[in-house]
């Protein structure tokens, strides 16, 4: 497909509540939304690199860099097969895993609709509705954070996260299962804890967690290993895992016994499959994690989420979880058995609104061949 015009619409976007987590406290969310024009077809895609460093190196600033001096010219103007061609145009640019998913999806976008296929059925999906659950960030007080999770479960979710960090991590979890015998926990750090002080989560083994997200650093696999043979609840891994070859590492150092797979944080969709591969051949559940995307990522992750592999609930909320308003036409809502239907409409299957981007945009910048 011949690439026309490309551009990049910077978004800031108020989130309906802050979200807090070990690394830092947001009211807003940022991203970069990618139009990609070709041959009278629009693609969409989403960079869900934020304004701060936090959770990964990447951000808005340094995705609209990359894209600008460096991604956009490798394509722009030329005939491009699809994601994979892509990234092999790409593959000089090291790293920047952020701004190449967000060009790549907007190319699996055109991709459906050029074939008249959803993202669902391009990826091999099997499912038309996934299992979800919502990741609650820190909250005032362990009591306070019962009071959210008890409301989000009132609305149906049928899986609960919530994000520790060092003096809010056992009494959290515990406040929390003590209000909620039976429901389906986990909890995630963001990497907040080291080798030295991650034993002191050792009573967290005691509250039946379907995993323990991240304990360690970003950049770590090996330690993990060391870890994870203390504890009986599985290790999961989402910032240390960066492309398939650290999924096959990670499995077989025995890193982890369970994947967070997020299309943004490995490159895009194609490098997602190929994770879930690996984990599917070695047995190994994984779960779609999720950004606080606007609804275009948000049915990309949904398209993601219906691969077998993906065999625990997501972090794919409602859209309401995240925006009162958002930029696309359709809001994805939670159904009662805590599921969200994957849309099947060509590509994303979703319509931007121009009016709400335009509403949201702080920067943008148009490339035309
Ligand atoms: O670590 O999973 C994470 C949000 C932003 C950055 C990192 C993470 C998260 C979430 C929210 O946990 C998941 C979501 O509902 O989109
Ligand atoms: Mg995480």
Redesign the pocket.
């Known amino acids: 497909m011949h690439l026309d015009r490309i551009t990049l619409h910077h978004l800031r976007m108020p989130l309906v509540a802050p979200?807090e987590?070990s690394?830092g406290r947001i009211t807003d969310?940022e991203c970069i939304l990618i139009e990609v024009r070709s041959e009278g077809l629009i693609g969409w895609g989403e960079c869900?690199a934020?304004r701060d460093p936090?959770?990964?190196y990447e951000t808005t600033g340094t995705a609209w860099h990359i894209l600008t001096e460096f991604l956009v010219p490798a394509i722009l103007d030329q005939d491009v097969a699809g994601p994979a061609d892509f990234q092999a145009r790409v593959s000089q640019v090291r790293g920047h895993l952020m701004a190449k998913a967000g060009l790549e999806l907007a190319l699996w976008d055109l991709l459906g609709k050029r074939a008249g296929k959803s993202l669902r059925e391009l990826l091999g999906g099997t499912r038309d509705r996934v299992d979800v659950g919502?990741?609650v960030?820190l909250q005032a007080s362990p009591a306070a954070l019962v009071e959210t999770v008890g409301r989000y479960l009132a609305q149906g979710y049928g899986r609960i996260?919530i994000?520790i960090k060092p003096g809010r991590d056992i009494g959290d979890a515990e406040a929390v299962r003590r209000a909620f015998p039976d429901i389906r926990l986990q909890v995630?750090a963001?990497s907040a804890y080291t080798l030295e002080t991650a034993p002191a989560l050792r009573p967290l083994d005691d509250l039946a967690l379907l995993l323990i997200?991240?304990p360690l650093d970003e950049d770590d696999i090996w330690d993990h290993s060391k870890l994870q043979a203390q504890f009986r609840t599985p290790i999961c891994l989402?910032?240390s895992i960066l492309s398939a070859r650290h999924a096959r590492q990670a499995l077989e150092m025995k890193s982890c016994q369970v994947i967070?797979i997020?299309a943004g944080r490995v490159g895009g969709l194609t490098e997602a499959v190929a994770i879930h591969d690996v984990c599917r051949a070695a047995g190994v559940p994984v779960w779609c994690?999720?950004?606080?995307?606007t609804g275009v990522g948000?049915a990309g992750?949904l398209a993601l989420a219906s691969l077998p592999g993906f065999t625990l609930p997501g972090?794919?909320?409602a859209t309401e979880?995240?925006y009162a308003e958002d930029v696309t036409e359709e809001r994805f809502s939670l159904n009662p058995d805590s599921t969200i239907r994957v849309p099947d409409g060509v590509g994303l299957g979703i319509t931007v609104s121009e009016d709400a981007v335009t509403r949201f945009t702080v920067a943008m910048a148009r490339f035309l061949s």
Do not use: C, P
């Not at 994690?289 to 995307?293: K, N, T």
């Open positions: 979200f987590t690394f969310r869900v934020d936090g959770y990964a919502v990741s960030g996260k994000k995630d963001n997200e991240q989402d910032e967070n997020k994690g999720g950004m606080l995307e948000r992750n972090d794919i909320s979880r995240y």
